[in-house]
């Protein structure tokens, strides 16, 4: 009698049947899927089918001036114009079609990661694969239209076929990746041009990677958006300007945002638990892609606070890293603690400039996720449908507001796009102020003069304007002399 096999067998086995199984694969895929669809669009009310990541509305404002107009304005520097076409093409369905599509690509991208992780010999593939998988943030971007699915399910090929020695396919998916998400995923270059190197010791074949991911680059990044824009302001970009101690608070509550409060404890955890055995690694390997891709992630993320999208990239080679090398904490564990933030968060933390709000047990991704959309979804209607007249609003991160006056200008043609100063909103028909953060937080986006936005805000009122403001965003206002003394609550009835 044969013995039985071993769970580490019977999950390797699992792997396989998702990697080359057809029946596996497609089961897989579903399950992906399925795991997306609370957040997807259709289903539950007033969710407008945008993450509450704050670039993705500019991402939707894109898409329907390219689809209405035939105009391509970027959402943002340095430009985004591979994943912003594709969601113009499903925009007349509606952003759920646009979620589904972007849902559907990151599953079949799991099944290429499954093949990968056999391909590379990793232990506890199915873990591996179900952390890929189930990322929490990643659930969040693959039911959003911004262009995190596209850029990392690139890059999932291209290293895939670097180490089934393809060098020329692992350079065309690469650069496209790179061309997906320039200002992240650039990184990946250099890295796996020196990981090339270390393996295969011929230059010609890091040749051949290193021409076409930079041809590739080019061809379907920097040209085109040079030909739609007909300049290079795209190139432009922001340096965050606040303290070091907002530095370190953004952060942490950007990995927070990504990982779960458990899932980072049990991470760090896992590494100082085999750190000696991680140093063994990088000796042996030290042009190891998993992580340098993770290390240099994590630098990303430092560089530039408030961007918890930014950890999306380090989620197809952290995992890998981390079950290279053994540490007292089982690897198991730090999957469990990463993918339970799903349903439930603890504990649960929401940070604001005006304290911080601490559970034991909150609410996991998913339900913060849907409940966000929905709420902010609701009071972007009720402050364009319902505006106080000749006013000035508080409304501080209010991410829907512009959206939603384009979105009603294309198809209803009620408003008039909102006119703008300063990157607020002017609504001519009751002339009221629509005010965003007071101060710019990125040098070099809205200008470096700090003191701008309370000159013109204190202009305003001296205008005889009134003054309300959103009561969960009032802290934002409270150093602007002036601003709030005769200030009232606005209560939207919608919300």
Same mark, same amino acid.
């Given at each position: 009698?044969?013995?039985?096999?071993?769970?580490?067998?019977?999950?390797?086995?699992?792997?396989?049947?998702?990697?080359?199984?057809?029946?596996?694969?497609?089961?897989?895929?579903?399950?992906? &899927? &399925?795991?997306?669809?609370?957040?997807?669009?259709?289903?539950?009310?007033?969710?407008?089918?945008?993450?509450?990541?704050?670039?993705?509305?500019?991402?939707?404002?894109?898409a329907l001036m390219l689809w209405h107009e035939g105009i391509y304005e970027p959402s943002r520097p340095p430009g985004y114009f591979l994943s912003e076409m594709i969601n113009a093409l499903f925009y007349p369905l509606g952003w759920w079609s646009a979620n589904l599509f972007w849902s559907v690509v990151y599953g079949l991208s799991c099944v290429v990661y499954a093949r990968l992780l056999l391909t590379l010999h990793i232990p506890h593939a199915f873990w591996?694969?179900?952390?890929?998988?189930?990322?929490?943030?990643?659930?969040?971007?693959?039911?959003?239209?911004?262009?995190?699915?596209?850029?990392?399910?690139?890059?999932?090929?291209?290293?895939?076929?670097?180490?089934?020695?393809?060098? +020329?396919?692992?350079?065309?998916?690469?650069?496209?990746?790179?061309?997906?998400?320039?200002?992240?995923?650039?990184?990946?270059?250099?890295?796996?041009? &020196?990981?090339?190197?270390?393996?295969?010791?011929?230059?010609?074949?890091v040749g051949l990677f290193l021409g076409l991911a930079l041809l590739t680059t080019l061809a379907l990044w920097l040209v085109p958006m040079r030909w739609l824009t007909g300049g290079w302001e795209f190139l432009a970009g922001g340096v965050w300007q606040g303290s070091l101690w907002w530095r370190i608070l953004g952060i942490g509550y950007d990995l927070y945002r990504a990982f779960g409060l458990l899932g980072m404890a049990f991470s760090v955890l896992y590494?100082?638990?085999?750190?000696?055995?991680?140093?063994?690694?990088?000796?042996?390997?030290?042009?190891?892609?998993?992580?340098?891709?993770?290390?240099?992630?994590? +630098?990303?993320?430092? $560089?530039?606070?408030?961007?918890?999208?930014?950890?999306?990239?380090?989620?197809?080679? $952290?995992?890998?890293?981390?079950?290279?090398?053994?540490? $007292?904490?089982?690897?198991?564990?730090?999957?469990?603690?990463?993918?339970?933030?799903?349903?439930?968060?603890?504990?649960?933390?929401?940070?604001?400039?005006?304290?911080?709000?601490?559970?034991?047990?909150?609410?996991?991704?998913?339900?913060?996720?849907?409940?966000?959309?929905?709420?902010?979804?609701?009071?972007?209607?009720?402050?364009?449908?319902?505006?106080?007249?000749?006013?000035?609003?508080?409304?501080?991160?209010?991410?829907?507001?512009?959206?939603?006056?384009?979105?009603?200008?294309?198809?209803?043609?009620?408003?008039?796009?909102?006119?703008?100063?300063?990157?607020?909103?002017?609504?001519?028909?009751?002339?009221?102020? +629509?005010?965003?953060?007071?101060?710019?937080?990125?040098?070099?986006?809205?200008?470096?003069?700090?003191?701008?936005?309370?000159?013109? +805000?204190?202009?305003?009122?001296?205008?005889?304007?009134?003054?309300?403001? &959103?009561?969960?965003?009032?802290?934002?206002?409270?150093?602007?002399?002036?601003?709030?003394?005769?200030?009232?609550?606005?209560? $939207?009835?919608?919300?």
């Amino acid at each position: 009698m044969a013995p039985k096999p071993s769970l580490e067998e019977r999950s390797t086995q699992w792997v396989y049947a998702v990697a080359y199984s057809f029946r596996g694969a497609f089961l897989w895929c579903l399950l992906v &899927l &399925l795991v997306r669809l609370p957040l997807i669009g259709g289903i539950f009310p007033d969710n407008p089918g945008i993450s509450s990541d704050a670039d993705a509305p500019g991402v939707a404002i894109t898409a329907l001036m390219l689809w209405h107009e035939g105009i391509y304005e970027p959402s943002r520097p340095p430009g985004y114009f591979l994943s912003e076409m594709i969601n113009a093409l499903f925009y007349p369905l509606g952003w759920w079609s646009a979620n589904l599509f972007w849902s559907v690509v990151y599953g079949l991208s799991c099944v290429v990661y499954a093949r990968l992780l056999l391909t590379l010999h990793i232990p506890h593939a199915f873990w591996v694969l179900i952390a890929y998988s189930f990322f929490p943030l990643m659930v969040v971007e693959n039911a959003s239209i911004s262009e995190y699915t596209l850029s990392n399910s690139l890059l999932v090929l291209g290293w895939y076929t670097l180490v089934r020695d393809q060098p +020329l396919w692992s350079g065309w998916w690469v650069g496209s990746a790179v061309a997906a998400r320039v200002s992240q995923t650039l990184v990946a270059i250099p890295v796996f041009a &020196l990981a090339l190197w270390a393996r295969s010791k011929k230059w010609g074949q890091v040749g051949l990677f290193l021409g076409l991911a930079l041809l590739t680059t080019l061809a379907l990044w920097l040209v085109p958006m040079r030909w739609l824009t007909g300049g290079w302001e795209f190139l432009a970009g922001g340096v965050w300007q606040g303290s070091l101690w907002w530095r370190i608070l953004g952060i942490g509550y950007d990995l927070y945002r990504a990982f779960g409060l458990l899932g980072m404890a049990f991470s760090v955890l896992y590494v100082l638990g085999g750190l000696p055995q991680l140093i063994r690694l990088l000796r042996q390997e030290p042009w190891n892609i998993p992580f340098w891709m993770s290390a240099l992630s994590l +630098l990303l993320i430092i $560089l530039q606070p408030h961007k918890p999208g930014y950890a999306l990239i380090m989620v197809p080679f $952290l995992y890998p890293l981390l079950v290279s090398f053994r540490s $007292l904490v089982p690897f198991s564990w730090v999957v469990i603690a990463t993918v339970s933030f799903l349903l439930v968060s603890m504990p649960y933390v929401q940070f604001r400039g005006d304290g911080v709000k601490f559970r034991w047990v909150g609410e996991g991704k998913i339900q913060q996720e849907l409940m966000f959309r929905q709420h902010e979804w609701r009071i972007a209607q009720g402050l364009v449908q319902h505006p106080p007249e000749r006013s000035v609003v508080l409304m501080g991160h209010r991410l829907y507001v512009t959206y939603l006056l384009t979105q009603q200008f294309y198809t209803r043609r009620q408003l008039s796009p909102e006119a703008s100063r300063m990157g607020h909103v002017y609504l001519k028909h009751t002339d009221t102020w +629509l005010i965003r953060y007071p101060r710019p937080l990125w040098r070099g986006v809205q200008g470096t003069d700090p003191k701008a936005g309370e000159r013109f +805000l204190q202009s305003l009122v001296k205008q005889g304007y009134r003054v309300f403001y &959103l009561p969960d965003m009032r802290y934002l206002y409270e150093d602007i002399p002036g601003l709030l003394e005769n200030a009232q609550p606005l209560v $939207l009835n919608n919300e």
